[in-house]
């Protein structure tokens, strides 16, 4: 698989997003917090993610900015977790992580944790499926 992250990737769909939001589930990683919903996404790739940094905490645009590019970066690299998961379950989900840290962490800290939450993602989902 590559580790491409186009336009494919990017959930951009308002309603989608609040629909999330409606739904409620997520999984924590400092200082990451995932909220996600399984549905049908109107692509054929097996995710869609939004990256959000919140502006309460950081103040200065090209901060916020920063940490964007590098939670994008570490979903590029760490993404080859996720969708052999999505693909043999034929599973979609849209996916909004929010950066709740009060400081920037180094890029290292930041690929550890982004695979421990994509890993409690394959699991929150493959009980939901064994459940139904």
Same mark, same amino acid.
């Given at each position: 698989?590559?580790?491409?992250?186009? =336009?494919? &990737? =990017? *959930?951009?769909?308002?309603?989608? !997003?609040?629909? !999330?939001?409606?739904? =409620?589930?997520?999984? =924590?990683? &400092?200082?990451?917090? *995932?909220? &996600?919903?399984?549905?049908? *996404?109107?692509?054929?790739?097996?995710?869609?993610?939004?990256v959000s940094v919140p502006k309460r905490i950081f103040k200065k645009a090209h901060d916020r900015n920063r940490?964007?590019? *590098?939670?994008?970066?570490?979903?590029?690299?760490?993404?080859l977790n996720l969708e052999p998961f999505l693909t043999e379950t034929n599973k979609q989900v849209a996916l909004f992580m929010i950066y709740t840290a009060r400081e920037e962490l180094t890029l290292d800290l930041l690929h550890k944790k982004t695979k421990q939450l994509f890993k409690q993602l394959v699991d929150e989902l493959s009980k939901n499926s064994n459940n139904n």
């Open positions: 698989m590559n580790e491409q992250f186009g =336009k494919e &990737y =990017k *959930l951009c769909s308002q309603k989608i !997003i609040d629909t !999330i939001f409606i739904e =409620k589930k997520s999984v =924590k990683a &400092y200082p990451f917090v *995932l909220s &996600y919903k399984e549905m049908s *996404l109107p692509n054929e790739s097996r995710f869609q993610i939004t940490i964007k590019r *590098l939670m994008r970066e570490c979903i590029r690299k760490n993404k």
